[in-house]
């Protein structure tokens, strides 16, 4: 039997659902495995005696750098899953007066000498880290749906002709710049009666001042009255804007998934290559986002063309029970 200790990520728990603690979880079923979750600001070095494989998620600073070399000074074998691009966080995004500093950088840079194994969940990210480390030990796991615990959501067959429709948009602050990538498309939109525009994960007194004819649904970090609200929110398009560059382009496209799972299309910018998939539908800029939203608000002769192939594509490439298999594989090499 393996033991496998994972450092959970305290500050992003959909970090935790979608990399490491859900998935390993799942991949018990497959394998006979002991899992220990490890507290980031609790851990000591004697913890890891009692575990074979540990698991770093994102690692950064010098505090995990430490547990990292600890873990493998005991013989233990280490591997490291990054899912951010965290030496090019953007300038608007809180986060980066942390990850900017040189320090920093080199935590993240150092922390690849001790690795058995190195995960990522873009190729985008697997090409820039493989600079620091040996490509051929890259693995690229994307993430994947738990069609176990968010099922498809049923969707009613004239949906499309709904008079009121709803739209979504979630994120956090981190997501303030994105978000206002096409902030003359959200004022237009939530000018019109037939539309309910629904902003999840903004402080309410953010989103009342930047969008104050939107509905404000703060975040709630229980994942599963998340996936609970999309459910019962019943959203028949989800919009999700992004500046270009390279942090963007190396994030995963979970939110397009999570729409196609609530029954809703999702919207995504064309030149972020990992929304290039089948069920979204991408825009140029906002410009070319009014138009498409115009036009589908009028007639959607495509909505569950769309959905099925979006859904069709979950089912083939991101359950996440087939996509475990990669992280069995790697368990298997190391």
Do not use: C
């Not at 495995?33 to 698991?55: A, G, H, R, S």
């Not at 010098?62 to 547990?67: E, F």
């Not at 890259?138 to 176990?148: F, G, K, S, W």
């Amino acid at each position: 039997m393996i033991r496998i200790g994972i450092v959970t990520n305290l500050s992003s728990p959909t970090t935790d659902y979608y990399r490491s603690v859900n998935p390993f979880v799942k991949l018990r079923r497959e394998i006979p495995m002991e899992i220990t979750f490890l507290n980031p600001d609790t851990v000591k070095w004697y913890d890891f005696y009692n575990v074979d494989v540990v698991l770093f998620q994102r690692p950064n600073g010098d505090h995990i750098l430490g547990m990292i070399s600890e873990a493998k000074k005991m013989g233990k074998k280490v591997i490291l899953d990054h899912d951010d691009l965290l030496h090019e966080v953007n300038p608007a995004n809180p986060s980066s007066q942390h990850f900017s500093k040189d320090v920093v950088k080199k935590s993240v840079e150092r922390a690849f000498i001790y690795a058995d194994h190195v995960i990522t969940s873009t190729p985008y990210l697997k090409d820039f880290y493989k600079q620091h480390y040996d490509e051929n030990k890259i693995t690229v796991i994307p993430n994947a749906i738990d069609l176990e615990t968010t099922p498809f959501v049923a969707v009613k067959r004239d949906k499309a002709i709904d008079k009121k429709k709803r739209i979504i948009w979630r994120g956090s602050m981190t997501h303030i710049e994105d978000l206002q990538t096409v902030d003359l498309f959200w004022k237009w939109l939530m000018a019109k009666e037939t539309v309910e525009v629904a902003f999840v994960g903004l402080p309410d007194w953010l989103g009342k001042t930047l969008y104050p004819k939107a509905i404000h649904v703060p975040w709630n970090n229980s994942l599963f009255q998340y996936f609970e609200m999309m459910k019962n929110s019943n959203p028949h398009y989800g919009i999700f804007p992004l500046t270009n560059d390279n942090f963007n382009q190396s994030k995963s496209n979970n939110f397009a998934m999570e729409m196609l799972v609530a029954g809703a299309i999702p919207y995504a910018p064309r030149y972020i290559k990992e929304f290039n998939i089948y069920g979204v539908r991408l825009f140029d800029d906002q410009n070319d986002l009014k138009q498409m939203i115009q036009s589908d608000l009028e007639k959607d002769n495509l909505y569950f063309v769309d959905l099925e192939a979006g859904r069709d594509r979950i089912k083939r490439e991101r359950d996440l029970i087939k996509v475990n298999q990669m992280r069995l594989n790697v368990l298997n090499t190391i």
